[in-house]
T-cell receptor, first 113, second 120 residues
Framework: DIVMTQSPDSLAVSLGERATINCKSS????????????LAWYQQKPRQPPKLLIY???TRESGVPDRFSGSGSGTDFALTISSLQAEDVAVYYC?????????FGQGTKVEIK | VQLLESGGGLVQPGGSLRLSCAAS????????MSWVRQAPGKGLEWVSV??????????ADSVKGRFTISRDNFKNTLYLEMNSLRADDTAIYYC???FGLGTTGAFDYWGQGTLVTVSS
């Protein structure tokens, strides 16, 4: 199974400041046949289901604010919130969909400092 | 798009339960559908997928042989039959839709979830 490891486990950032969450996969999730990285990011607020933010490692889902961006290579990825807003307080998960079992990182809790 | 799960509840260890997910707002038969669970206070765990088209399925090792996923494309409903339930199956079970036609494994729509509690 591909193990997804996020860092840090929690993050406190001042309003308007940048927040960066890292995600490392135990093996590459880059499919060489189409040059796509099978990596997604989700946001989960309390008592809500997860919400897709980013897919293909860097493609923003429709309706997601452009302060959210994804980047990375075959095994190392990052989700950046360029200017943290109060409504961004949540737990964020990365997920690989390169091969089953599709696996998630353990989550990173983002709070306001 | 709407996904509405039902069927959760309290069940004793070793018992069975059948979850349903009623889908609307999209061409259900064209998309792979998955179940993803979340134990209380924990992270997300993919459970099972039912692919569109030929009917292939796949399972996490933790549920293989105990859970069965199925779908009824006429009723636009996804199911999860859960047998031999254990305490560590306690979780909110989400129904989730694949985000792109033919691209499985990431999910753009999720239901609100149904809670399964396995306890004596």
């Amino acid at each position: 199974d591909i193990v997804m490891t996020q860092s840090p486990d929690s993050l406190a950032v001042s309003l308007g400041e940048r927040a960066t969450i890292n995600c490392k996969s135990s093996q590459s999730v880059l499919h060489t046949s189409n040059n796509k990285k099978y990596l997604a990011w989700y946001q989960q607020k309390p008592r809500q289901p997860p919400k897709l933010l980013i897919y293909w490692a860097s493609t923003r889902e429709s309706g997601v604010p452009d302060r959210f961006s994804g980047s990375g290579s075959g095994t190392d990825f990052a989700l950046t919130i360029s200017s943290l807003q109060a409504e961004d307080v949540a737990v964020y998960y990365c997920q690989q969909y390169y091969t089953t079992p599709w696996t998630f990182g353990q989550g990173t809790k983002v709070e306001i400092k | 798009v709407q996904l509405l799960e039902s069927g959760g509840g309290l069940v004793q260890p070793g018992g069975s339960l059948r979850l349903s997910c009623a889908a609307s707002g999209f061409t259900f038969s064209a998309y792979a559908m998955s179940w993803v669970r979340q134990a209380p206070g924990k992270g997300l765990e993919w459970v099972s997928v039912f692919y569109s088209g030929g009917g292939a399925t796949d399972y996490a090792d933790s549920v293989k042989g105990r859970f069965t996923i199925s779908r009824d494309n006429f009723k636009n409903t996804l199911y999860l039959e859960m047998n031999s339930l254990r305490a560590d199956d306690t979780a909110i079970y989400y129904c989730a839709k694949e985000f792109g036609l033919g691209t499985t494994g990431a999910f753009d729509y999720w239901g609100q979830g149904t809670l399964v509690t396995v306890s004596s």
